[in-house]
Nanobody
Framework: HVQLVESGGGSVQAGGSLRLTCVASQRANCMGWFRQGPGKEREGVATINPHSATSYLVDSVKDRFTISQNNAKNIVYLLMNSLQPEDTAMYYC???????????????????WGQGTQVTVS
């Protein structure tokens, strides 16, 4: 099992920014960010292949968020700009045994999960 620790969440006003950090205990074939808002199902946000740095963001955030990594330290970041109340959720980092699927961020494809970090936008 891969151990994952997220940080960087908090409360921010609409239009503000936050950078989330995920530290993994070992290299994975795919790393992703997911979120679950109140009363909603968990949904994908972004993925990155640590080996190639190839990334993917879902349409709802691709013009506002950026996923990046420090591959040597098994760290992945999610920079969130222009935050809106609809972005309020618990944000989770996760890893997959398999390479990232093209243009997908499906929670069911991921195996190990962090505890999450809360993001609240008002």
């Amino acid at each position: 099992h891969v151990q994952l620790v997220e940080s960087g969440g908090g409360s921010v006003q609409a239009g503000g920014s936050l950078r989330l950090t995920c530290v993994a205990s070992q290299r994975a074939n795919c790393m992703g960010w997911f979120r679950q808002g109140p009363g909603k199902e968990r949904e994908g946000v972004a993925t990155i292949n640590p080996h190639s740095a190839t990334s993917y963001l879902v349409d709802s955030v691709k013009d506002r968020f950026t996923i990046s990594q420090n591959n040597a330290k098994n760290i992945v970041y999610l920079l969130m700009n222009s935050l809106q109340p609809e972005d309020t959720a618990m944000y989770y980092c996760a890893t997959s045994h398999w390479n990232c699927y093209e243009n997908q961020a499906d929670p069911t494809d991921f195996n190990d999960w962090g505890q999450g970090t809360q993001v609240t936008v008002s």
